[in-house]
C-alpha cells in the first residue's frame, strides 16, 4: 500500500501534464475560431458597406467598423512594436497603407487591403503549422504514460519517474514508453515512427527495445534499462524541436536583407508621396508632367507601393520550405539537426565513410579456425571467447557465439583492452592475447603473415602464437548503388576509413568503387586523416562530411563539415554528436538526405525569384500609377500564397 502512495504525486503530476496539453492545444483552437468570425463578421459588414447606398457618414461607419473588426491586432501589434523600437515590419507597412487609404477616402481600398492580408496571415499560420507538424510528428512517439508494475499490481504513471531495472508493461497498441529488455513476451513492432520502415519487426525475449516504437500484437514484460531523459524518444524529440533554431546561411540572408528593405521601401514611398508635388511648383520642372496631379493621388500611389513592397512572400515561405525539407526528411528516418546542415548537404564535395557497420553489415560470424604450434580449434576459440568476455565489439560477440559454451567470466582476470589492437587477458592462469597483427608485432610473437580474405584475429596463448580465427562481413546491398548514385549526384571524392588490414580494405573498395581508402587505422588516426582532409580543401565552401556508425566515432562525426551517424537507434554518442542522424543502418538514406536538400534548395530559391521579380515588376508599375490597390494586394498576399504553395510541395515528394 505504501509503495501505491508514493506514486500518487507523481501520478497528479502527470494528469496535470495531459490536462495543460489538452488546454493548449484547446486554447489555439479557440483562438482559430475566433479569428474566424472576426473575418467572418468583418466581411459581412464590409460586404454591407459596398453593397448599400448609405450617406456618408453611414458609409465610413461601416467601413471603420469593419476595418476595426478585422484589423485591429494588426494596428495593435505595429503600435506595440513601434514603443519597443521594431518599427519596420509588415503590420506597420500595413497599417501606414491602410490608414494613409482612409485619409484620402479610399475606403474600400483601405479594408480590402486589410481584409486580404489576414486572410493570407491565416493560410500562412495554417502552412506553417502543418510544416512544424510534419516535422514534430515525431513528438506523438512519446507515450504519455507506462505501465510500472509494482509488487503484483501496475500502476499508470508518468515516464520520467520509471527508475533503471524497474518492470513495465506493454499492451497491444500502446507506445513502448522507455528504453530496455524485453524479459517476456513475443511481439510485432511498429517501427516507423522512427525508422521511416513499414515492415514491422519481431520481438522476443532478451532483445533491446526502444522507446517510440508501437506494440503491434503481443502483450510484453520490459525491463527498464535507460531513464526517460536518457532514452531514445527523449533525444530524438529533443533534436527535432530544436532543428529549427540553427537557420540555413539563407534564412539568416533573407531576415537581414528584410531589416534593410523594408526602411528603404518607407522612404520610397514616402520620396514618391512628395518629391512629385514639389518638383511640379518648380516653374522649370513642370514642363516635365504630362499633367498635374494633386497631393492625394501620389499619396495614393505610395501607399500602393508600400502594400506591393511588404516582404511577407519572403520572410514567411523561405523558413516554410526549409520546414518541408526537414518535415520530409523526418518521415523517411532522417533526422537533421538544423536547416543549416539541410542547406550544407548542397555543398557536399566529398563523402568519407566509416566501414564496419556503415558498409558492411557488421554482422560477423566466424569461417574458420586455424592452428599452430599444436594448440586445438577449441583452445583456441575457448582461451579466445573468455579474453573477450568483457568486450562489446561485434568481432568478440562474433567469437562468443562460435563456441558452444558458456563463458565463464570469473575465469578471467587482468582483462586491459588495447584500442586499436586487441585484448590482453588472463584466463585460468594463462596469459591470452587476441587482435590483430599489430599487437602480435607490439608484444614481440612470432607468428605467420595471412593473406586471406577477411577479418584476421590473432591468439596468444603463453607468449606462443596459437593461431588465429578467420571472421567475415557482408557488405550491404544498398552500399554499392549508393556509391554509384552519389557519383552521379556530383560527389566528387568518396573515401573509406577502417581498422581492418590493408588487403581487406582494398578488396571492400574495389567491390564498391570507392575513391580512396586509409586502412589499419587508430582512432585517432581516423580523426588525424579527417582534419588532413579539412586542412587541404582547395574550397573552403566545398564540404566534407562523414558517415560512421555512431558507437567510436563520434570525435570523426564531430570534425567533419557535416557528421552523419547511421543506424543510430539507441546510440547516445551519434545522436549527440552527429549532425543528421540517420535512423536505419541504410547506406541509400544518405543519398536520400541529398535529394531532398537539392530538392529544398531548389524551391527556396524558386520562392526568392518568384517574390522578387513580381514585386519589382509590380513596384515600377506602381510607382508608375498603372497599379491599383487591387494589384497592390495580389502581389502581396497572393505572390504570398503561391511561394507558400510551391513550399508545401517539398512535404509532398515520394519519389527521389
Known sequence: MNEGMDFKPNIIEDNAKIICKKCEEDEKEENLKKELVYLVTGSLVYAGALILKLPFLWELSLFLLSYTIIGWDIV????????????????????????????????????????????GELFQDMALDHSRRSIKSLVEIRSDYANLKVGNDIKRVDPEVVNVGDIIIVNPGEKIPLDGVVIDGLSMLDTSALTGESIPRRIK?????????????????????????ESTVSKILNLVENAADKKAPTEKFITKFA???????????????????????????TPLFVHEETFSEWIYKALIFLVISCPCALVISIPLGFFGGLGASSRRGILVKGSNYLEGLNNLHTIVWDKTGTLTRGVFRVV????????????????AAQAESHSNHPIAQSIREAINERVDIEKVEGYEEIPGYGIKAYVDGHRILVGNDKILHREN?????????????????DNKYAGYILISDEIKEDAKSTIQKLKELGIKRQIMFTGDNEKIARSISQKLGIDKYYAELLP??????????????????????????????????MRSDIGIAMGAMGSDAAIEAADIVLMTDEPSKVYESIKIARKTKSIVWQNIILALGVKVSFLVIGALGVATMWEAVFADVGVALLAILNALRILRIKNL
Not at 500595413?94 to 484620402?104: N, Y
Not at 532483445?207 to 531523459?229: A, P
Not at 574458420?368 to 582461451?383: A, Q, R, Y
Not at 603473415?449 to 596463448?461: A, K, L, M
Request: charged residues 25%; glycine residues 4%; hydrophobic residues 50%.
Open 205 to 229: 525475449p532478451g532483445d533491446e527495445i526502444l522507446s517510440g516504437m508501437i506494440n503491434k500484437t503481443g502483450l510484453l514484460t520490459i525491463r527498464v534499462t535507460k531513464r526517460f531523459k
Open 524 to 557: 585517432q588516426q581516423k580523426v588525424e586523416k579527417m582534419e588532413e582532409l579539412m586542412e587541404n580543401k582547395v574550397n573552403k565552401k566545398e564540404l566534407i562530411a562523414f558517415v560512421g556508425d555512431g558507437i567510436n566515432d563520434a570525435p570523426v562525426l
Open 368 to 383: 574458420e579456425v586455424v592452428t599452430k604450434n599444436n594448440f586445438s580449434k577449441d583452445e583456441i576459440l575457448k582461451f
Open 259 to 285: 531589416k534593410y528593405y523594408t526602411p528603404v521601401v518607407v522612404l520610397c514611398a514616402f520620396l514618391l508621396a512628395t518629391v512629385p508635388v514639389l518638383l511640379y511648383n518648380i516653374p522649370s520642372l
Open 76 to 119: 495593435w501589434k505595429a503600435i506595440r512594436n513601434i514603443f519597443r523600437g521594431e518599427i519596420f515590419d509588415e503590420n506597420f507597412l500595413m497599417t501606414l497603407a491602410t490608414l494613409g487609404a482612409f485619409a484620402i477616402k479610399q475606403f474600400p481600398e483601405a479594408v480590402a487591403v486589410m481584409l486580404f492580408f489576414k486572410v
Open 445 to 461: 610473437i612470432e607468428h605467420v603473415t595471412c593473406n586471406v580474405e577477411g577479418t584476421v584475429i590473432h591468439v596468444v596463448i
